[in-house]
């Protein structure tokens, strides 16, 4: 079959790298079908509009403006140009091909048009499968950024009418955990709810490389300079809004000269320099601060820690499912999460066994949430985290997912 995908994700210059999507669209690959991808080649990249033929897989990368880690008006205007170009370059360049499965992903929520021409041009009968990963504009909303009355209303019932089109033309919608169906269907009634369900983020997941040896873990954290004599907890990903970050700091700052534990904090975005000042003019002997690392270093100093972090604002009313999970439980950690009570993600680990909620406008419930970690038992709820990863988030899961539509 042929498979088109629609991503505002630019990590597709290497196919093979790790990520939710490259995984997702080797498995298509691997499993014999024509795959398809079509995202942006953003202006900082300097690079043209362009396609890359790696076997079964044609990647089209769109010359467009910076869409992700800019400022909020390159950012708003590029969304809005996205769609004309998307649609402009798969005419351009895969105009002859038809395809079987439209699969795209929020953010955006602005391809409503590419979808209509891909599945007109592919005879109207593709199937078109929306992987739900942003409930956009809720939650800018939520954030404060946009507001259901007023000058930003106005913005609101644009993205909201939106919205609801992408719904409407989706045959199919897969949401990355039960919140999210439910809260889906809650709110969006007119939607059938036989046509929402799980299809969660997800990894290809590589055994062998989830086992660093001591002298490994000795050296790599050495190499940052994290003590080696302790258990570490660590938080990794984007560091802005949506994340909480103040209440991070907070949290931090509690526990800065804790003796039996270290903290590893390392990431970037809008709240990195406010959080790296903290540090230089704290010095808190406890916890370390790192700009964000490449995807191979980060999962490599992720292998040498015992648990894994996650911080969601606690503003959100839309429940969010975090990816960083997925690199927690694959080297076997548990987690405790710190998030909004919509989210699902804490409730899910600490009914499966492999970690803890607290809410995420409690510092105190938080350090008794380390305390409590501490001790437990790791190994096993590390165990136990790496079993419901396998069992739940490896990449065939979603695959099948969307392929049990089809045959």
Request: hydrophobic share 35%; net charge positive; with cysteine.
């Amino acid at each position: 079959m042929n498979i088109l995908f629609l991503t505002m994700s630019s990590g597709f210059a290497n196919i093979e790298a790790r990520g939710i999507y490259t995984d997702l669209m080797r498995k298509f690959r691997d499993e014999g079908h024509e795959v398809y991808i079509i995202h942006p080649n953003e202006r900082r990249t300097g690079r043209p509009t362009e396609v890359k033929n790696a076997g079964l897989i044609h990647s089209l990368g769109v010359r467009t403006l910076n869409v992700t880690k800019t400022n909020v008006v390159e950012k708003g205007v590029g969304q809005l140009m996205l769609e004309n170009q998307f649609k402009q370059a798969l005419k351009k360049y895969f105009g002859g091909v038809k395809f079987d499965v439209i699969l795209y992903s929020t953010p955006p929520i602005t391809f409503n048009n590419v979808i209509k021409y891909a599945k007109k041009a592919s005879g109207g009968k593709a199937l078109t499968y929306l992987l739900l990963k942003d409930i956009f504009p809720q939650n800018a909303v939520d954030m404060g950024m946009l507001s259901k009355t007023g000058v930003k209303g106005v913005l609101y019932n644009i993205f909201r009418r939106k919205e609801e089109e992408l719904y409407r033309i989706s045959d199919y919608i897969g949401c990355m955990s039960p919140a999210n169906v439910r809260y889906v269907l809650d709110h969006n009634p007119e939607v059938d709810s036989e046509k929402v369900e799980v299809a969660p983020n997800s990894y290809d997941v590589d055994s062998s490389s989830c086992n660093p040896q001591k002298e490994e873990i000795a050296e790599i954290r050495k190499k940052y300079g994290i003590p080696t004599d302790k258990p570490v907890l660590i938080y990794g990903g984007n560091l802005g809004i949506p994340q909480g970050i103040p209440f991070l700091m907070e949290c931090m700052e509690a526990n800065a000269d804790r003796e039996d534990c270290h903290f590893v904090i390392v990431g970037s975005g809008t709240y990195y320099q406010r959080l790296a000042e903290w540090y230089k003019n704290r010095k808190p002997k406890a916890v370390t601060v790192m700009k964000g690392l490449p995807k191979a270093d980060y999962d490599k100093l992720v292998s040498t820690c015992q648990v894994g972090l996650i911080f969601l604002d606690y503003r959100f009313t839309i429940p969010n499912f975090p990816s960083r999970l997925l690199s927690y439980l694959e080297y076997k950690m548990p987690i405790i999460a710190c998030t909004d009570p919509n989210c699902d993600t804490g409730i899910i680990a600490r009914e499966n066994g492999f970690g803890m909620y607290t809410p995420s406008n409690d510092v105190k419930a938080f350090t008794h949430a380390v305390d409590s970690m501490l001790g437990s038992d790791i190994k096993a709820m590390g165990e136990r985290g790496y079993e419901f990863l396998m069992a739940n988030y490896l990449v065939e899961h979603t695959y099948k997912a969307i392929m049990k539509h089809i045959i």
